[in-house]
């Protein structure tokens, strides 16, 4: 009678999902200004790739600030996806080998800060919640046990490694983007009978974990006993980009690097030095190819004595951007183009400012341009990109074997320069 309880749960909820599923999208994304520094990654390295493996011992970590404090009753589920995102339409009996949902009951209230908060935090797979199947995931976050009041939606991936991936991380084939691009070649090396590759595999590789970089191949350029080769001299080759910029906030007490006032009021503020556009010339500096770090020098806990900053920051682009607009992106904004995120130009000092609260710690961020018309995104513009820069690169392929509802997640390999 527990069993069947249990599945009907499953099923009464995927019908709720099904309902309520247009709330959210298939994004990295905050739907509630209060909610603050989302975070996801493989437990056995911080900020690593939201990826674990199917039926292990390995975790994800997941947590996020409620600036309004006190405690709220916040609910989650997780979601299958196709490769590119898009609900693969299962029921959760399909994909989950226990109940559909769960209260986040993991909580504790920010200390010694000026910026009152309430840190939540989440561990997945646990007993209420565990993925039967590889492949995307969504993870959503909603208020009140309602899918119509959506909070967070996260993306991360299950894989059940059936294939091995050799990479091969080369200056682009193409004779005008050999100094500035970086080409991805891979080889996938199986055991099992893959009658159609060019339609049952799909390998979709991206830069620094950055969602708008995904490249999808789907036709090998060789096909061998065992192997499939992806080494066409037009796939997978991408914009190398520049360094990232960065800066410290660890300490509110001293100016750390590129942090050019601090000061306080009824709550910390930073101004930055202002950044100039680095076209033109490799800027040789250690980053962390987009990732942030909390952090905090002046207290104890960096999860809740870390007070949250409004960090400005200042650009002189020092070129015409007629129809596009500037914005700041890193991996603590998951890469949005969302207004909060644009810069205003002002016309008196001819530089572009944007103010963002975020809390102490290490950031990584970029200056990319959205064109106006069509709003393809653009990090280059304003940066410069350069074969020597060093970046990350994911490498995620998906295999639908004939007959099958949904894709698999059958191999993960990760190389960088």
Known sequence: MKKLAGLLLLMVSGIQLGMAQLAFTALNKVYRPEISTVICYNQEKEQSTPIITLKSAERLIFSFDDLEGGSKNYWYTIEHHTHDWKPSNLSPIDYLESFSDDRIIDYAYSSNTLQKYTHYSLSLPNEQIKPKISGNYLLKVYLDGDLNKPVISQRFHVVDNRVNAGLELLPSMQVPLRTSNQKINVNIFHSAAIQNPAADVKVVVTQNNIPYS???????????????????????????????????????????????????????????????????????????????????????????????????????????????????????????????????????????TCTLRLKQGLYDYKYAVVDAEIGKIDDTALEGSYFETDNSYQVFIYYKSPGSRWEELIGYSQTSR
């Open 214 to 352: 995904a490249k999808l191949t789907t036709k090998p350029s060789s096909i061998k006993p065992g192997e499939l080769g992806y080494r066409d001299p037009y796939t997978n080759d991408f914009p190398a980009g520049n360094e990232f910029r960065k800066f410290d906030i660890r300490s509110l007490r001293t100016k750390a690097e590129h942090v050019q006032d601090i000061q306080q009021d009824t709550i910390y503020r930073a101004l930055l030095f202002t950044d100039a556009a680095t076209t033109g010339r490799y800027v040789r500096t250690f980053d962390e190819n987009g990732n942030f770090f909390i952090r905090n020098q002046d207290g104890r806990d960096e999860h809740t004595e870390s007070d949250y900053v409004q960090v400005t920051f200042s650009l002189k682009a020092g070129q015409n951007l007629a129809n596009r607009a500037i914005y700041v992106l890193g991996r603590f904004n998951n890469y949005s183009t969302d207004p909060e995120y644009k810069m205003q130009y002002n016309a008196s000092s001819n530089v572009y």
